[in-house]
């Protein structure tokens, strides 16, 4: 049964062919839901074919989404084709790529200029594509929020890129204040943190600290989408400004050197 049909999903950074958003697209399109699906570059193209050859209704936009004009021109050209905004799945974002560019991006390493732009892609795209589909969902009465955050801010931290944890960790924030805003009009609000996750952009490092987990591996996109599947159903209505974990236990354990019997 496609408990999504008729709806329209809106799913921001699905470019990457191996990402949680393009996996988070498939999942609601296969569920029933039109798509939606943005990234800074043309490859979204690529994307949308790929779930129409799957027989998924999809349509791919090129934009830059720390732009708030970017953002609304989105927002209306979806409007005006669709007529509606079901689900958001805030998704866009990027961390370091390098563990180099990691170390050097230490709290008293940092240039503002860093720290500035880390915040815009991480934190301030949530906010612009929240703040244009609200008026439509309102309107609705009707809406879910998806915000792709991380372990690493709201629950952890690893050494380097203070600004990537402090984006995330008010990714969160903000989640749970529109949730409160938002609580009376039928639109719930939610976030989930995804830890250590096999993209295609995983480092070295990052695989290694994933077979350290009590799952001894790291996630895969479609573990994440399962998520944002749960979230994005019609019933779950009464779940709002909540933070749904997904990193295999990772956050849990106090005592590094247990070992499971």
């Known amino acids: 049964m496609e408990t999504l049909n008729l709806q329209l999903a809106l799913v921001t950074g699905a470019g990457s062919p191996s990402g949680i958003g393009f996996a988070s697209a498939r999942a609601l399109g296969l569920d029933g839901a039109a798509l939606a699906l943005v990234s800074t570059t043309e490859r979204i193209h690529d994307r949308v074919a790929e779930l129409q050859a799957e027989g998924l209704r999809a349509r791919g936009f090129v934009a830059d989404l720390t732009s708030p004009e970017a953002a609304q021109r989105i927002v209306d050209e979806i409007r005006a084709e669709f007529g ?13 790529v390098t563990e180099q560019e990691q170390l050097s991006a230490l709290a008293d390493a940092m240039s503002l200029a860093d720290w500035r732009a880390s915040l815009e892609r991480n934190l301030t795209t949530c906010f612009l594509v929240t703040k244009a589909v609200l008026p439509l969902m309102r309107a609705q009465q009707y809406g879910r929020i998806i915000n792709v955050a991380s372990t690493s801010g709201p629950v952890q931290a690893f050494v380097g890129d203070a600004a990537y944890h402090a984006a995330k960790a008010g990714m969160y924030g903000f989640t749970r204040a529109v949730a409160l805003e938002t609580a009376g009009d039928g639109i719930t609000v939610n976030a989930i943190a995804p830890g250590w996750i096999a993209t295609g952009s995983q480092l070295d490092g990052e695989k290694l600290a994933g077979e350290l ?3 001894k591996r790291s996630g895969t996109p479609s573990e994440v989408a399962h998520a944002v599947r749960f979230l994005a159903h019609p019933q779950a209505s009464y779940i709002t400004g909540q933070l749904i974990i997904v990193d295999g236990g990772n956050s849990v354990p106090e005592d590094r050197n247990w070992k499971p019997v």
């Open 84 to 96: 509606r905004i079901d689900i958001c799945v805030n998704n866009a974002g990027m961390t370091v």
């Open 213 to 215: 987990t009590p799952m």
